[in-house]
């Protein structure tokens, strides 16, 4: 695997693939590498013949300025990841190489739709901005044929789909099904700030999500969500900022279970950390 800093570099080496045309996939990653994002690297292997994973902590998605000093960065472990899951390039760029104004911001706004203010970007103001500033960069860098995103972010997918139509911009996006722990916390790189406790309370967001799944056909919505929150709520340590039944496409909270394309989403902070999850209804 070949370790790539710079735009330049990374256009030089993947030129010869381009003109033999090659398929090239990218997988955007923020690092702090765990099997939901090998699985990542694994479909994208499936689908395509090259493979660049980015490994960038973007600075401009992060609110919090606590949330990203205390991200973890562990390059080696890293390196050791891609290498073993015979990953063909990893791109490590600096901030300044994506932000060359960096402290200074460039100005970025694009029209994502009303989802982007629902949901993690009504707890995150702004968040899918930086996102998609940084994903159309790297798609600019890399020009993959096709990326791969977890359904984990399921929001994220849709906002990238939306910045792909915005631009007109003539590549794939597939969304990759969320890899969980056995007893079923999703996996993230943030997990690793839950404390012993933390880690247990945890386990109830996937569990109130397949509660919600598992009673779907027998409940009425409000009955769902009421027991659902209930659960959440009655974990000491879990601070619910939401959980919803939506579409899928809008993101809105739905009223009846009628319609396609159903999704239970859930975002709370378990001690400090503050986790995200989701799960497909129909
Ligand atoms: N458990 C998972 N299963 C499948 N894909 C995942 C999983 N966790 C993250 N991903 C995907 O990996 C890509 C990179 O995500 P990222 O580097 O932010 O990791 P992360 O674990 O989501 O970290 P965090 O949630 O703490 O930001 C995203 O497309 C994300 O949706
Ligand atoms: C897509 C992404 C790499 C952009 O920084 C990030 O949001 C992530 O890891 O999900
Ligand atoms: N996994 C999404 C990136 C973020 O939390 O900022």
Redesign the pocket.
Known sequence: MEIIHTISALKTVLQPFKKAKSKVALVPT?GALHKGHLSLIEIAQQHADIVVCSIFVNPT??TDPKDLEKYPRPLEHDIKMLTEAGCDFVFMPTVKEMYPTFPKLENWHIDLGNAEFLLEGEFRKGHYQGVTQIVKKLFDAVNPDIAFFGQK?FQ?VLMIKNMVKHFNMPLEIVSCPIIRESDGLAMSSRNIHLSNVDRENALILSKALQFVRDNFEKLSVIELLASAKEMINGTQGVDLDYFTIANGETLLPIKDKEAKNLIALVAAKVGQTRLIDNMLLN
């Open positions: 923020m998605q992060f972010d994220q």
